[in-house]
């Protein structure tokens, strides 16, 4: 549910609405990020970019 600070955050934006700049900015981090999580999907995460860890951090 939201709190009416999300109400005042809302009417702050309407009134006072982000640059084109920043607009496009934010499109192109989320189609970049949408392209990532497509090629992740069909292609598969690469050897390169795995950690090759125990998943428990040892302490000499």
Avoid: Q, Y
Avoid at 18 to 35: D, E, I, M, Q
Avoid at 39 to 48: A, C, S
């Amino acid at each position: 549910m939201m709190g009416p600070l999300w109400l005042v955050r809302m009417a702050h934006w309407l009134r006072h609405p982000p640059s084109p700049g920043r607009v496009k900015l934010v499109l192109a981090v989320v189609a970049f990020c949408a392209l990532l999580v497509l090629v992740e999907r069909f292609v598969g995460w690469p050897d390169w970019a795995t950690v090759n860890g125990t998943g428990r951090m040892i302490r000499p």
